[in-house]
Structure formats: structure tokens, C-alpha cells
């Protein structure tokens, strides 16, 4: 069973070389953002929650839309998304630098134009900031509630710190270092933000996506609800999604049950990483 929902999360099995722990990578070992991003089921919950938020914005829900095959393949976005964190966050600086130089030139090629005739660049620094405003504090929050709900808030700017630094290098601006300036970022966006027919038709999609297995189906239902629980109420409230106040002591009591479950199942795999030998 293990083995069948581990296809939930990763790409192994699909021809994907292991993402290696390196001494030398962006991040020294140990650090925050090392914690942060090394949690399997927080990870996926954040990543889940962060795409219902990040869709939200016209521009960034018609990049996808307009310029992706996202649409038969949910799953895969969300493995190419870890694995662009997992490479970021412990691979060797060179190969890490390689991956970051690789999206710049995908972004570089993705513009179009929204039904309002609004032009729109996914190279475009602000809409950077919000893709990454939203994937930092969704990756932490979820990181909070399943993995450690005591974090310091010390730690929680910390993560915000070093988090800037991809992004920063993506070219976004601008970037919070902070919770604080996470929240005020998000904040400055509000009046941005659009749910109309293709959001409602999006989030479907990410939420109802077929499972890799019968036995895998359950837990991602239980992690795709704990994902909406995760988002703020204002964007629950502009999908039109709610997980019922009886349902969730269910949903985050399973869904740490299935976290602290994975964290034994995976060792020493780590969101998919592959220790050096």
C-alpha cells in the first residue's frame, strides 16, 4: 500500500534521477527551509492549497490555462512543482541554478492575453511574487498544523528568508522575507483576485483528479480536503468550497494520522530524495 500511495507524491518509477542531498546545495543542511520542505504530506497539502490560491489571479490561472497540459495530467503538475522544490531546496548549487535558469526560460515564453484584453507575462515580476507569496505560506502553514505546530515565529521568518531567495532568482518582486510581509503581500492582491467559471472549472479539476490506485484514492481525498481546509476562509469562500465544521476534526486528525504514517514509511526517502552513498 505504501508503495502505491508514494505514487501520489513523486516521480519515481517515471524515469526521474533522485534528487541527492548535497552539503553544497542553496540551503546548508539542518536549516529551516531544509524542515520545512522535507515533509511528504504537509508538502503535498501545501502544494494542493497553494494552486487553489494562486488561480485565483487571472493572469496566473491563464498562463496555466493557456500554455499547459495540466488539464490531463494534475498529478504531474504537482510532481514537476516538488521536484523543482526538491532540486531548489538539497541538490548540488550548480544543478539547483540549472533548474531555476530552466523555469526562467519557460516563463520567458508564456504570455497571451486575458478575455478583458489585459496582457499578461508569467515573467512578470509581480505576478512572480504571487505564485511565490502563495506556494511559501501555503508550504508553511501546512508545515505548521502537520508537522510542527509549535514553530517559533523566529523560524517561520526564517523560512520566509531563505525562501525569497529562489524566488528572488525567478526574478519575482516583490519578495517577502517575513510572515509579515507574506500576509501584507497577499493582502495588497485581494482586489486582484477573480473566481469566475474556468476557476470553478480548475478547481475541479485539482480536486476531484483521479487517484493512481483504488487504494491511493482515500488518502488523496483526505489530503485534497485537508488542502481546501488549509486555505484562508476569504479564498474557500471565492471557490465556493467549504470542508463542513463536522467534517473537519476528521479531515486534519486523518490527515496527520497519514503524515506521521509517511514520515515512518518514507525514511530515509524524504520527499523523494536520495541520500548520498
Keep these: 500500500m505504501i508503495g502505491r500511495v508514494r505514487a501520489l507524491f513523486n516521480d519515481a518509477g517515471r524515469g526521474e534521477t533522485p534528487v541527492v542531498r548535497s552539503d553544497a546545495a542553496l540551503y546548508p543542511p539542518g536549516s529551516v527551509i531544509w524542515r520545512v520542505h522535507g515533509d511528504v504530506t ?66 520567458l515564453r508564456v504570455a497571451g492575453t486575458l478575455a478583458d484584453g489585459t496582457a499578461y507575462r508569467a515573467s512578470d515580476p509581480r505576478l512572480l511574487a504571487w505564485v511565490h507569496v502563495c506556494e511559501a505560506l501555503c508550504f508553511l502553514d501546512a508545515w505548521i498544523r502537520y508537522g510542527e505546530p509549535a514553530m517559533s515565529p523566529a523560524d517561520q521568518d526564517t523560512y520566509f528568508a531563505q525562501a525569497a531567495d529562489v524566488a528572488l532568482a525567478l526574478g519575482a518582486d516583490p519578495v517577502p522575507t517575513t510572515r509579515a510581509e507574506a500576509l501584507a503581500l497577499i493582502a495588497s492582491f485581494r482586489g486582484e483576485l477573480v473566481a469566475d467559471e474556468r476557476t470553478r472549472e480548475v478547481a475541479a479539476m485539482i480536486l476531484t483528479q483521479p487517484a493512481p490506485s483504488r487504494i491511493a484514492a482515500p488518502v488523496q481525498k483526505m489530503l485534497f480536503d485537508a488542502a481546501l481546509d488549509l486555505l484562508p476562509r476569504w479564498a474557500r469562500r471565492m471557490h465556493g468550497r467549504e470542508v463542513s465544521l463536522p467534517a473537519r476534526p476528521l479531515v486534519r486528525t486523518g490527515s496527520a494520522l497519514i503524515a506521521g504514517t509517511l514520515r515512518w514509511a518514507f525514511a530515509p526517502y524524504r520527499w523523494a530524495l536520495e541520500k548520498p552513498r
Design 42 to 107: 504537509s508538502m503535498m497539502i501545501g502544494g494542493v492549497s497553494a494552486l487553489l490560491m494562486q488561480m485565483l489571479h487571472p493572469a496566473a490561472l491563464a498562463g496555466v490555462w493557456d500554455h499547459s497540459s495540466f488539464r490531463g495530467d494534475m498529478l504531474g503538475r504537482l510532481r514537476r512543482t516538488a521536484r523543482f522544490i526538491a532540486v531548489t531546496t538539497y541538490a548540488e548549487r550548480s544543478v539547483a541554478e540549472a533548474a531555476i535558469e530552466k523555469v526562467r526560460q519557460v516563463h
